[in-house]
Nanobody, 125 residues
Framework: QVQLVESGGGLVQAGASLRLSCAGSGRTFSSYTMAWFRQAPGKEREFVAA????????SYADSVKGRFTISRDNAKNAVYLQMNSLKPEDTAVYYC??????????????????WGQGTQVTVSS
């Protein structure tokens, strides 16, 4: 059974940093694109960042570019999201996802096949 489990969310003040982690099990994801999405209350799920299988190529939403960094550790079947200079508008539930068997960067949520349960990030002003 494939499972993705996110962790690292929390309540922080504006300007702080958080590092989200997503650990996969049940299947090896080292060959596939992995990504982070987020969903704020009353809004649609939106793309945050994605990385190809070896981290050689990454893609970011304009709203997080320069503040967030996606990385992965294939030996641990994991993907991470380092979030710096957090803003109140970053408040959302953050989800990791895997595009199986995807090898290209995509921001389309419907291209991703496996999803975690989400971790809440709340940024106070």
């Amino acid at each position: 059974q494939v499972q993705l489990v996110e962790s690292g969310g929390g309540l922080v003040q504006a300007g702080a940093s958080l590092r989200l982690s997503c650990a996969g099990s049940g299947r090896t994801f080292s060959s596939y694109t992995m990504a982070w999405f987020r969903q704020a209350p009353g809004k649609e799920r939106e793309f945050v960042a994605a990385t190809t299988w070896n981290g050689g190529r990454t893609s970011y939403a304009d709203s997080v570019k320069g503040r967030f960094t996606i990385s992965r550790d294939n030996a641990k079947n994991a993907v991470y999201l380092q979030m710096n200079s957090l803003k109140p508008e970053d408040t959302a539930v953050y989800y990791c996802a895997v595009d199986f068997p995807g090898h290209i960067l995509t921001a389309r949520a419907d291209e991703y096949d496996y999803w975690g349960q989400g971790t809440q990030v709340t940024v106070s002003s």
